[in-house]
């Protein structure tokens, strides 16, 4: 006696039923793999919306991209100001000074000496004052027919003898082979301050008279035996491609 038809069809549903979880199975790993895996990406990009940054961290990043831009354009301008500097004195020199560029420097470091393009042919002589943008530099420490030694003012063994002009205080400008040179007063009682302004002296006869030089960073009053002060250059020797040469 024969299957009846229905007990055939129930058979054949439970067979399916059983093989199919397999078959899904089967079909999704194949699909993961033919997408490589951007449907759950897709998937997971739609659960998180609700978490994702709204407009007030957008605002905040625009904001730090404007500042970003914003101080780049400073330092352009600045390194403009710098280079416009430099050609200006490389351009037509003022009466009494000689344009030269800077040829090479110590190996040591950049706070002793500089080496010039020019020298005894161009008029340059010893002891002549070395200007910067803004500022003395140093002087002509010895020369050659085409070239030029100079002694920067932070360089050991440097002293040049300077005043603070609104104090009318004297002092001694001594290089230490750093970046800041160090002022030592004659006076106990120098009356002066950071910001000062730090020049040659009036009664200097190596120099010109009230050359600009520094600004006063800090004042130790508690030396002995006199106050000390530490003095940043107006023309940074490290910054410096072209000089001018005052000439005696």
């Not at 600045?78 to 004195?89: C, E, K, S, V």
Request: charged share 15%; glycine share 10%.
């Amino acid at each position: 006696m024969g299957a009846s038809p229905s007990w055939q069809a129930s058979f054949r549903w439970r067979h399916w039923r059983g093989i199919l979880p397999w078959l899904l199975l089967v079909g999704a790993l194949g699909l993961v793999r033919w997408s490589k895996g951007a449907g759950f990406a897709d998937a997971y990009a739609l659960l998180s919306r609700p978490f994702w940054p709204g407009s007030a961290q957008r605002e905040w990043i625009l904001a730090g991209s404007q500042l970003e831009q914003q101080a780049k354009l400073l330092l352009l301008e600045q390194d403009n100001q710098r280079l416009r500097g430099l050609l200006a004195l490389g351009q037509a020199p003022k009466s009494g000074r000689i344009s030269a560029a800077v040829i090479s420097r110590t190996p040591q470091g950049w706070s002793q000496q500089l080496m010039l393009g020019k020298g005894q042919l161009d008029g340059i002589a010893q002891d002549d004052a070395v200007m910067g943008p803004g500022g003395l530099l140093g002087r002509i420490q010895s020369v050659t027919p085409t070239t030029a030694l100079v002694q920067l003012l932070t360089a050991p063994g440097s002293r040049v003898g300077v005043w603070i002009p609104r104090s009318n205080r004297h002092g001694l400008l001594v290089g230490m082979g750093t970046s800041r040179p160090q002022l030592k007063f004659i006076d106990k009682d120098p009356n002066a301050f950071p910001g000062d302004l730090v020049s040659i002296s009036p009664a200097s006869t190596l120099m010109p008279a009230n050359l600009p030089i520094g600004v006063i960073q800090s004042v130790d009053n508690r030396a002995v035996p006199a106050p000390l002060a530490a003095v940043q250059l107006i023309a940074a020797p490290e910054a410096i491609d072209w000089v001018q040469v005052q000439i005696r």
